[in-house]
């Protein structure tokens, strides 16, 4: 290999939040025209390690040289001026504006700033990424994935010379993924350096040049991807051996417990399936094809408009999340939990037992005891990093760490059927292993799981069986014996109108 300069070297940064140390004097060089995977656990220091680098935290020590400069601290602005780009972990698209808006945002197009002119552009990129968005659609009514594409667009659009991308693929489907995959890799060959932080080790293993890896906010190692594996790769992430993705399932398929006939709502036509206790119901489907639509539909939070919906074979009337939480024992774990999953600005172990807190209050007082209890079991068992489950705020959590709040939250109802809107997304190697085993131990006792997931891993390593959704509609539905990968897709997106079931 030719000896290349680094576009980006971090030296000895280091970064202290209140009881964390978030980087422990980290070095980490990177080269233009190169994909560098940046690994670790929930709460390893990824995220805050970008941040470093586009200014939006400064560091308590080391150097940042870009290009040749070197800072103490870069600023956004400073990040920019270098061609620094970032999409992060949360979105960070104005909700309300509309998708061209968003990618033209804080640009300079000239004087004359017209919708027209946005529009072409914004309809271009999507155009050139081959994904069907309307440019003048506000973001707030996009699916996740195409929020993300949106992301992804608006940093394309700026010429990055160092493009960051904080868990890009995580609300993405398989498809999608492969588009963003080969926007990076041209990106690549022209010259970019691409920071890339998944937890998906298939992922890296695909994607990029070498791979950092960071444990409790020291860094470890880096390697050369083509000269590593996966177990190399858990091992110095977790600091230990794991042998096995999934845990072992022993639970017993029962009765249906759960049955749409036709149910049709919130954009989405005539879904009918059975659940059964015991069963992990896995639910596929390209971003956008209206799994997470339907499931709010049956959890009362949208409007059903025609079709039924049976709990134990009888006819159930759920109009609200609070119903079908307490009185039909329904819970959802939402995919964005942002915005639906979890009160950021409050505690962890005030999160994890709000939906609970009548059965743990005694004349309007909360038992701090049993709230502790409560909290304690499910931090420990997800293993949430944190000071104090008590005393910390939800929003200082990683990005995983927050996801496990939110799967907390949902589980403490110790409700019969669970709906998992991707349940693990964000979520590292070691803490998925323990939330199936959450998920197994559920079915043992004879709840129901149904999980909507778009990895596709999860999705065979977990269901007992399958149903595919095509645009808005049921595709089809794949019972273990017939699992693979090729008809899921293959039926994805076929999206006929047959019905099946
Ligand atoms: N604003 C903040 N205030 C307090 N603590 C914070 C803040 N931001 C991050 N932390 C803490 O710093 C540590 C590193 O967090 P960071 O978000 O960098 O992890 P990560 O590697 O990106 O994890 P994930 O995979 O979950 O996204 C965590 O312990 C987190 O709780
Ligand atoms: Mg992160």
């Not at 939250?409 to 199936?436: C, H, L, N, Q, S």
Request: aromatic share 6%; net charge negative.
């Amino acid at each position: 290999m030719e000896t290349k300069q680094p576009v980006l070297s971090l030296k000895d940064i280091r970064k202290v939040f209140p009881g964390v140390v978030a980087l422990d004097n980290v070095s980490i060089d990177f080269y233009p025209g190169e994909v560098h995977a940046l690994i670790g656990e929930n709460g390893a220091g990824k995220s805050t390690f970008i941040k470093t680098i586009t200014g939006a935290h400064a560091p308590d020590g080391g150097t940042i040289t870009v290009e040749g400069d070197c800072y103490t601290a870069m600023t956004p602005l400073i990040a920019r001026q270098h061609g620094i780009e970032c999409i992060y972990q949360e979105f960070n698209l104005i909700d309300a504006l509309s998708a061209a808006e968003n990618i033209c945002y804080g640009q300079k197009l000239g004087k004359l700033v017209n919708q027209k002119k946005m529009n072409k552009i914004a309809q271009e990129l999507f155009d050139d990424f081959g994904v069907d968005i309307n440019p003048e659609t506000p973001v707030r009514e996009l699916t996740p994935g195409h929020m993300q594409i949106v992301e992804i667009a608006k940093a394309v659009s700026k010429d990055a010379k160092i493009l960051i991308l904080d868990e890009p693929t995580a609300p993405l489907s398989i498809a999608e993924v492969e588009i963003l995959f080969k926007i990076v890799r041209r990106l690549r060959d022209k010259g970019v350096a691409i920071i890339f932080i998944s937890h998906r080790l298939d992922e890296v293993f695909e994607l990029t040049d070498r791979v950092s890896i960071l444990r409790d906010g020291i860094y470890i190692t880096t390697l050369n991807t083509k000269e590593t594996n996966r177990a190399e790769l858990i091992k110095n992430m977790v600091g230990r051996e794991m042998s096995a993705t999934f845990p072992p399932r022993n639970a017993q398929i029962g009765d249906v417990c759960l049955e749409l006939k036709n149910l049709t709502g919130n954009g989405v036509k005539n879904i009918s399936l059975k659940a059964r206790s015991g069963e992990v119901l896995g639910i596929s489907g390209l971003v956008g094809a209206g799994r997470t639509e339907i499931m709010k539909v049956v959890y009362g939070a949208e409007k059903k408009q025609w079709g039924e919906v049976y709990i134990n074979g009888k006819l159930a009337n759920i109009t609200s999340p609070h119903d079908a939480m307490h009185k039909y024992g329904i819970c959802l774990i939402p995919e964005d939990r942002k915005r639906e999953g979890c009160f950021l600005s409050e505690t962890i172990s005030w999160n994890t037992v709000y939906n609970v807190l009548p059965k743990i209050s005694h004349l309007g007082v909360v038992d701090q005891k049993e709230e502790g209890r409560i909290a304690d079991f499910y931090g420990k068992s997800m293993r949430i990093k944190a000071p104090d489950l008590k005393r910390t705020k939800v929003f200082t959590l990683s990005g995983g760490n927050q996801q496990k709040v939110v799967v907390a939250k949902a589980m403490a109802v110790e409700a019969d059927i669970v709906i998992f809107d991707e349940p693990t997304r964000g979520i590292d190697v070691g803490a998925k292993y323990e939330i199936y085993e959450l998920i197994n131990d559920m079915c043992e006792h004879g709840k129901c799981v149904i999980m909507i997931t778009s990895d596709m891993e999860e999705l065979l390593g977990m269901s007992d069986r399958i149903i595919v959704f095509g645009e808005k509609c049921l595709a089809g539905e794949l019972e273990k014996n017939q699992f693979s990968q090729e008809k899921i897709l293959d039926l994805a997106s076929s999206s006929q109108n047959d019905i099946g079931a």
